[in-house]
């Protein structure tokens, strides 16, 4: 399993869609500069249909804190989200916002 060594946590993927006025509020900069501080990568970027996709990677607990904070900044923003679970690849080496 990719990024998973018997003395650390499992790497987990989820990618997060959340509808609302998400455009335009600085919720992009917002998830990346969170991020930033946080043990995860992935990406975020703007759909065509006014959602924002949000894919991240690290530990579950990591996931979640980030999550939860980004939910915290921008939550007068957000009027809901969809979590899917993907399989971790690995493949992410920073978070970075994608056009």
């Known amino acids: ?15 997060i869609l959340f509808r609302g006025r998400v455009q335009g509020v600085g919720f992009r900069y ?6 930033r501080r946080c043990p995860i990568t992935g990406f975020v970027k703007n759909l065509p249909d006014g ?4 894919v991240i990677e ?5 996931v979640e804190a980030y999550a939860g904070r ?11 989200c969809g979590v899917d679970e993907l399989p971790s690849t690995g493949s992410f080496r ?5 056009y």
Do not use: K, W
């Open 1 to 15: 399993m990719p990024g998973h060594s018997e003395d650390q946590p499992p790497i987990v993927c989820r990618r």
């Open 51 to 54: 959602r924002v996709e949000l």
């Open 58 to 62: 690290g530990t579950e607990s990591d």
């Open 30 to 35: 917002t998830a990346y500069s969170l991020a």
């Open 70 to 80: 980004l939910a915290e900044r921008m939550g007068d923003n957000i009027d809901g």
């Open 94 to 98: 920073h978070f970075e916002i994608r």
